[in-house]
């Protein structure tokens, strides 16, 4: 079985080297595809762009996802992801150093699943990264396939990803 992806979509090359290293020093086995901003994001996950050559990609077990990115904000990612029937049901986590009044009431109302500030000390970072980790890829149970978004869950386990 493959490992599973994390989408990790963030405009800040700093931050994006940070959450590389920190998923890995957690030591738990995950392929991290990295995004600058929302419409790379995007693309990737509905095949369009860039992501249209190739064929079939690997469907990601977990989006982090930044809130300040270029083209379009983490929020409207976050919303066209959640009105698409084949990405609705992927688990996104809001992973950001922004801490906005309303943000992270705004993020739950739009179908985030998590909201997390990146923190500053690394150790911590990598911790995160780990508890992230053995929830959303190992313990989490994966939504029933349904409808169009079948073609997106369609032959996942808990821990794999076949594709979009």
């Known amino acids: 079985m493959k490992e599973p992806i994390i989408l990790v979509v ?13 998923f ?13 901003d929302g419409q790379e994001a995007l693309d ?12 079939r990609r690997a469907a990601p077990a977990l989006i982090l ?6 083209r379009l904000s ?15 049901r992927l688990p996104i986590v809001m992973l950001t150093s922004s801490r906005e009044d309303g943000e992270v009431g705004r993020c739950y109302d739009a179908g985030t699943n998590g909201y997390i500030q990146k923190p500053i000390d690394m150790q911590r970072f990598i911790e995160i990264a ?6 959303w890829l190992t313990m989490n149970e994966a939504p029933p396939a349904t ?5 997106a869950r369609q032959g996942r386990g808990k821990n794999g990803s076949e594709g979009l």
């Open 10 to 22: 963030d405009d800040n090359p700093g931050d994006a080297m940070l959450t590389e290293r920190a």
């Open 130 to 135: 780990r508890e992230l980790s053995v929830y």
């Open 74 to 88: 983490g929020y409207e990612v976050l919303c066209r992801v959640r009105a698409d029937p084949r990405t609705r």
């Open 147 to 151: 409808g169009e978004a079948g073609s």
């Open 24 to 36: 890995r020093k957690s030591g738990v086995p995950c392929t991290l595809v990295m995004v600058a």
């Open 44 to 55: 990737y996950l509905w095949g369009t762009g860039r992501y249209a050559e190739g064929g």
């Open 65 to 70: 996802l930044d809130i300040n990115l270029p």
